[in-house]
């Protein structure tokens, strides 16, 4: 595996959790909306999709059953299980991206239902990308609260 690879996970993974310091187990259950995501299933969500992008690349394949998906992320009421869902994706793709040889990162993911034929590794990417939008959705989540999310890069 590429050691960039790697530690753009472990970026990724390092931002997100700074982020969502911020938040307390009671704000677990917040949404400024009803229909929306919780700050529990945020998190829930981008756990469930860091997997998502693993399967459909490595695994069995682009799970598009998005109906699912959302109600799984919406299930979750904890902040400590979703953030340790969090930690569970995180490992696996890790893991995943780092028992591939660079012959299997390059080659075209196997079915091109969803990012096309671009190699595996672009799935790391589309993980960057998914988490820090969600990333940016939990800061206004924050200043909803009254609170101060922290610079995550810092």
């Known amino acids: 595996m590429s050691n960039a690879l790697g530690r753009e996970l472990e970026s990724t993974r390092r931002f ?8 307390t187990p009671g704000d677990a259950a917040f949404a400024p909306q009803p229909d929306m995501y919780s700050v529990a299933g945020h998190v829930a969500h981008v756990a469930i ?5 693993i399967a459909g690349a490595f695994g069995s394949g682009w799970d598009q059953d998005y109906d699912t998906h959302i109600a799984q992320a919406k299930a979750v009421q904890s902040l400590d299980d979703a953030t340790a869902m969090l930690g569970k994706a995180f490992d696996h793709a890790f893991a ?9 990162l390059d080659a075209p993911i196997p079915n091109d239902t969803v990012m096309y ?3 595996r590794r672009a799935v790391v990417g589309g993980i ?9 959705a939990l800061t206004v989540y924050a200043r909803l609260l009254g609170k ?6 810092a």
Not at 16 to 23: A, D, G, P
Not at 49 to 53: E, Y
Not at 128 to 136: E, K, L, P, Y
Not at 148 to 153: E, K, L, N, R
């Open 148 to 153: 101060v999310a922290p610079m995550p890069y």
């Open 128 to 136: 960057v990308d998914h988490t820090a939008h969600h990333r940016g």
């Open 16 to 23: 997100f959790l700074t982020t969502l310091s911020v938040f």
């Open 96 to 104: 995943t991206v780092s028992a591939a040889t660079e012959e299997e």
């Open 117 to 119: 034929g671009a190699p």
């Open 49 to 53: 999709t860091v997997d998502w992008f």
